[in-house]
Every structure is written in C-alpha cells, then in structure tokens.
C-alpha cells in the first residue's frame, strides 16, 4: 500500500515501515561513527522500540556489542493497517542486529503486568543466563495494577492553582494561551502509580530474586527536569512527582542489589520530541525555542546522540559515574546551560503565531514528529508501494 501521514488530533495514527528502518539505520550508523564502548553485553531494554529507549538498545547493541532483549508495547500490522512506529522500529533493529551477528530478541506486550515480566525472566534465563546492564524507559498514560488489579491513570496537570501560558499547536503553528486546571482528588497518587518508581522496582526485584543480574549489574531510568518555564506542569506538576518518586527508588534499588554490588542510576535527559512529549501541553513550544538556540550553539541532540553520549561519557567512563549533588546522572547539561535557559526565556516572551517559525524551530519540531513515525526520511520513496505486514524477527 502506499502509506502517507494520518493525523489524529496530536498523533499520526500511520507508520512508514521503510521510513522506521530508515530511522534505525541512521541511528546505528551515528553509534558505530563514534566507535566502540567499553561497556554492557547483555542488556534488557524495558521501553525499547521508541525515543530514549529504542537509542539505548542500538547504542548497547552496535557500540558496545551487546545482545539485547528488548520489551515494548506496541500494535502489529493487519491488512491494509499499518504497525504502530516501534513495531516496525523493532522489525528493522532486530534485522539489522541480525546481519551484525548480534544476538536481539524482543517481547510485545503490557510491562507493567506480572505475565510479561515472567515471559522475559524465562527468555533472559533461557539465552543469556544474567543481565548486565536493565534500561527502565517505558512512557505510558496507564497502567494496570498487577497486584490490585486497578487500572491507573497519570495526569499532566499543575499542582495547588491553575497555570496560565503559551503553547503552540505545531501543526498550524498557531501560539495561543493555554490555562490548566490544577490537579484534583487521586490524580497525583495515580500519576505516581503510573510513572514512578514502583514498576521498575518490581522488575529488579524479580530480576535479582531468579538470580538473573550478573555481580555489579547496573540499572539505568529516565528523568527530566527542564527549565522554570514549564517546571508548573512538568517538574512541579503532577509528572514531576512520579519523577521525584523514580528518583527515589533509585537508592532503594541500589540498597536491595548490595549483595551483587549492583548500582540503580537516574539519568535526567533533554527535551526532546517523542510520542510521550508531544501530548504535554507547553512543550512543544519550549522545544522548539531550545531546538533553535542549541542548533545555533552547535551542542543540539537526538535521543542517539543523548544516549550515545550517556554511555560513553557516563556509565562506562572507567572512572566513577559522574552524578550531580543528589545522585542523578545529568545529560541535560547543554539543555541546562545558563546562557541557553537565559536565551530561551527571552524568546518565550516574544514567541507568536507570525513570528515563531523565524525565531524558534516549528520546522525542526514538525520534521522530528513526522520522523517519530517514519515519514519524511531522505533515501526513502513515500510513492513506492510497501508492504504494511511487516513481522518482527523473534515475535513471528
Ligand atoms: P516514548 O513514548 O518514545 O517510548 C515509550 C516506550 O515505552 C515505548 O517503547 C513503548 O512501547 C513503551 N511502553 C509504553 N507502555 C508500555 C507498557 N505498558 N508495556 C511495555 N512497554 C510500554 O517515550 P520517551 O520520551 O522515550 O520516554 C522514555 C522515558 O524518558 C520516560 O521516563 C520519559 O519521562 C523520559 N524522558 C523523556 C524526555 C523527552 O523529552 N521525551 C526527556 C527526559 C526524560
């Protein structure tokens, strides 16, 4: 079928199977540009078909020549409908891992629920025999309690009042203001329920209690942080709990690995466009402002190039982790710069519908969304008929 970009409100409900594969290609060419690392061999990516996670699994596998086992929730083909884009994201990682003599074998299906964690304690039991590095990058709006069985949703609202600002629809471009309702009753138990630190507590947990982590394994998960321009609704908000709370399991996982010596690291990211940042209100606009001063700056990143550097100048330096005064692995730093946060803020306050495609970057957020989904790749032909039913590897 010929496959072109549906848009449903904020998300494209297509996928382009040789864009994704163009994307992957792309990336594992950046990784092995920038040469081998010393680091990880057998690695568990939980969130691997997409944004930071998909970046983790192909700098482990083509920097560091790890096999990878890699868990994501995504929805396959049907006739004449296509894959969501980690679907075939993962189809075209596992190719090429593959060609590479790479050992890559992945698992489909909700992470946050007992089956799947014991789906993937047999296969890593099965095959790799211990694990030695565990990526935690899952972004969902929901999950489902393995224990109580409640289904939860997490919010992206402030806390305490409402928060009053601009945002853009990046589609049109249009900048308007935006004002959101604090949020109410459970909304920020259940936000940490979703996006803390319980699930991946529970993955280590199960890890080291069937003696799969190798001594000294590390984990890793992900944060942000970000500027005061959108810390009300991010930082601030009911999102920036969950974090608070992932932080903190942080040092609970590392008390419980002791015995094997093992290390649980948050490393707090940049923003970037993803499925995940796309649908929080404010963002986009401050994304597209920073994307415009640190392409000027020349110190602009990609989920690869952010995840290439985390492994190769942080976790496997040979040295100590380098962590910030509480314990946070930071390659948010060229995000955080004084001069770029002070840049960005002047901006904010003149960013408008007429002006904002001059002074911020709405063609580099735009192209950064349609890539998310496999469109707009130079090298690949949209008027070519492709083939939609396109299998995983190890899935099918
Ligand atoms: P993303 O939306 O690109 O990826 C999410 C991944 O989680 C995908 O692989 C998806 O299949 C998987 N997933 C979602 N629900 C699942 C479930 N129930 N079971 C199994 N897999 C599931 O998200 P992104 O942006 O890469 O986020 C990953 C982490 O990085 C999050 O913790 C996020 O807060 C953090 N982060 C994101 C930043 C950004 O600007 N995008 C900045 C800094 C941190």
């Given amino acids: 079928m010929i496959i072109e970009p549906r848009m449903r409100g904020f998300i494209c409900t297509t996928a382009h199977p040789k864009g994704c594969e163009q994307n992957v290609k792309n990336q594992i060419a950046y990784v092995t540009s920038k040469g081998k690392i010393e680091g990880a061999k057998k690695v568990l990516v939980i969130g691997a078909s997409t944004g930071f996670g998909l970046a983790s699994r192909i700098t482990s596998a083509f920097g560091c020549d790890a ?17 969501s884009p980690g679907w075939y994201n993962s189809a075209a990682f596992e190719n090429e891992a593959n060609k590479a003599g790479l050992y890559a074998k992945s698992i489909n299906g909700d992470a946050f629920s007992n089956e799947i964690k014991q789906q993937t304690l047999d296969l890593i039991k099965a095959d790799l025999g211990q694990i030695d590095l565990v990526i935690y990058s899952l972004a969902s709006p929901v999950r489902t309690h393995p224990v109580t069985g ?32 604090p949020c109410s009753g459970d909304d920020i138990e259940n936000t940490v329920i979703v996006m803390g630190g319980e ?13 799969l982590l190798a001594p000294g394994a590390t984990t890793v998960s992900y944060s942000y942080i970000g500027s005061s321009l959108t810390e009300a609704v991010y930082r601030k908000g009911t999102i920036g709990r969950a974090k608070d709370d992932m932080e903190a399991t942080a040092f609970k996982i590392t008390d419980s690995l002791k015995a094997i010596s093992g290390k649980a690291y948050v490393s707090v990211n940049k923003a970037l466009v993803t499925q995940a940042s796309s649908a929080i209100p404010v963002i986009p606009l401050y994304i597209s402002l920073l994307y415009k001063i640190m392409k000027a700056e020349g110190s602009h990143e990609g989920c690869i190039e952010q995840m290439q550097r985390l492994f190769q100048e942080r976790l496997y330096t040979n040295g100590a982790v380098p962590v910030d005064e509480q314990g946070r692995i930071r390659v948010d730093d060229w995000e955080m710069d004084a001069n770029v946060q002070a840049q960005v803020a002047k901006l904010w306050l003149e960013a408008t519908t007429e002006n904002l495609s001059e002074i911020g970057d709405l063609e580099g957020y735009r192209k950064d969304f349609y890539n998310l989904f496999g469109f707009g790749f130079e090298g690949v032909d949209y008027n070519l008929d492709t083939n939609e039913l396109v299998q995983i590897s190890s899935i099918s």
């Fill in 199 to 211: 699930d991946w507590e529970m993955w280590m947990t199960a890890l080291k209690n069937a003696d």
């Fill in 67 to 83: 096999a990878t086992i890699g868990v994501f929730f995504e929805k396959p083909p049907s006739e004449g409908k296509t894959a």
């Fill in 150 to 181: 409640i289904t939860h949703r997490s919010v992206l609202k402030p806390i305490g009042k409402t928060f009053t600002n601009n945002t853009v629809d990046f589609h049109s471009g249009k900048v308007s203001e935006i004002s959101i309702e």
